[in-house]
Nanobody
Framework: QVQLVESGGGLVQAGDSLRLSCKASGRTFSSNAMGWFRQAPGKERELVAAIGWSAIYTYYTDSVKGRFTISRDDAKNTVYLQMNSLKPEDTAVYYC????????????????WGQGTQVTVSS
């Protein structure tokens, strides 16, 4: 059974940084694409960033380009989301996702989801 466990969320001020982590277990991590989605109150869940199994391919939604960086450590079965220059509009629950198909992931489909971690950015 696949488990995705997020950590690293919290309450910060605008301009601060946070690093989210997602540790995966249950199937071969290195052969799967990983991603971070977020859902703000009253809004649909959106893909924030994704990384392919080889880390050659990465995707970022326009609103976070230049501020967020996704990375993976296959030895630790962990994917990270470094978030810099945070803005109040980044406030959301952030979810880790895993898909064995990178294109499927960036189209919003995930085989598995984490439980979510809250990120709140105050102005």
């Amino acid at each position: 059974q696949v488990q995705l466990v997020e950590s690293g969320g919290g309450l910060v001020q605008a301009g601060d940084s946070l690093r989210l982590s997602c540790k995966a277990s249950g199937r071969t991590f290195s052969s799967n694409a990983m991603g971070w989605f977020r859902q703000a109150p009253g809004k649909e869940r959106e893909l924030v960033a994704a990384i392919g199994w080889s880390a050659i391919y990465t995707y970022y939604t326009d609103s976070v380009k230049g501020r967020f960086t996704i990375s993976r450590d296959d030895a630790k079965n962990t994917v990270y989301l470094q978030m810099n220059s945070l803005k109040p509009e980044d406030t959301a629950v952030y979810y880790c996702a895993q898909n064995n198909n990178y294109l499927g992931l960036i189209r919003g489909r995930s085989d598995y989801w984490g439980q979510g971690t809250q990120v709140t950015v105050s102005s």
